[in-house]
């Protein structure tokens, strides 16, 4: 407990999912939560869910792959609590409608772009500059794939996206290293979130790859307690990794 004591998160997509997951477990291990979530809905429940077990939370209606919100978003964290001390850029996720690259939809490739990406960079743009403002360095967590670091089938505009957040992140952990802001990654794989769930039933390439996974499909939970060793000082050394959270998918 208190592995988060006194920091400010600000978790993108943190209204279901694994977002909402680690909104859940920061909160108790100290942290004060930001949700920055485009569903209001979902948002205001996971700050319910947070205040209701004697947490600080905020909700902030943001999308994303819109600059102004994103800007918007990290402001309002940083007026109402003066710092934050990590960005979590959780939001994102793959579909059905992605295939190779010569049969995928020309749309789906810009639409992974547009939210894994952009909205991943967009998040570190605002979010590292207001680390830097405040000058107490800081930690940086995006959010990947195992499809970033393994060949598979039909996933190419995903995996595009996903594998890019993978380089950016290690270029940033160099950039801002001299500010003592570190900046990781976590490469989940087939995780038992709605989304998922739902597509195991549409997609064979996202069930395919639970086939590898030698310890069957990961819990939301597992993947919020490695952003939590990232968002704690126990990573204070750690900077440009991919933590894979895969049940043994690369390796299998």
């Known amino acids: ?42 948002g205001q429940e996971t700050v319910s869910q947070i205040r209701g077990a004697g947490g600080e939370a905020l909700f902030i209606q943001t999308d994303v792959t819109e600059a102004t919100e994103v800007e918007r978003a990290v402001a309002a964290a940083v007026e109402r609590y003066g710092r934050f001390d990590v960005i979590y850029n959780n939001a994102g996720g793959s579909s059905a409608r992605d295939a190779r690259v010569t049969d995928a939809p020309i749309e789906e490739f810009w639409a ?24 107490n360095g800081g930690s940086v967590i995006n959010c990947t794939s195992i499809f970033a670091l393994i ?45 998922v769930l739902k597509l195991l039933q549409e997609d064979n390439v996202t069930s395919k790859s639970l086939d590898g996974q030698l310890f069957g499909i990961i ?33 299998s």
């Open 151 to 195: 060949g598979t089938h039909g996933k190419d505009a995903y995996t595009a996206a996903k594998g890019a957040v993978s380089a950016l992140t290690r270029s940033m952990a160099v950039e801002y290293a001299q500010y003592k802001i570190r900046v990781n990654a976590v490469a989940p794989g087939a995780t038992a979130t709605a989304r």
């Open 219 to 251: 819990k939301p939970e597992d993947v919020a307690y490695a952003a939590l060793y990232l968002a704690s000082d126990e990573s204070k050394s750690t900077t440009g990794h991919i933590l894979s959270v895969d049940g043994g998918l690369t390796i």
């Open 1 to 42: 407990m208190n592995r988060l004591e006194g920091k400010v998160a600000l978790i993108t997509g943190g209204g279901a999912g694994i977002g909402r997951e680690s909104a859940l477990l920061f909160a108790r291990e100290g942290a004060t939560v930001v949700i920055a979530e485009r569903d209001t809905e979902a």
């Open 112 to 135: 992974k772009i547009k939210v894994d990406l952009f909205g991943t960079w967009l998040g570190c743009r605002y979010g590292i500059q207001a680390m830097m403002d405040a000058g």
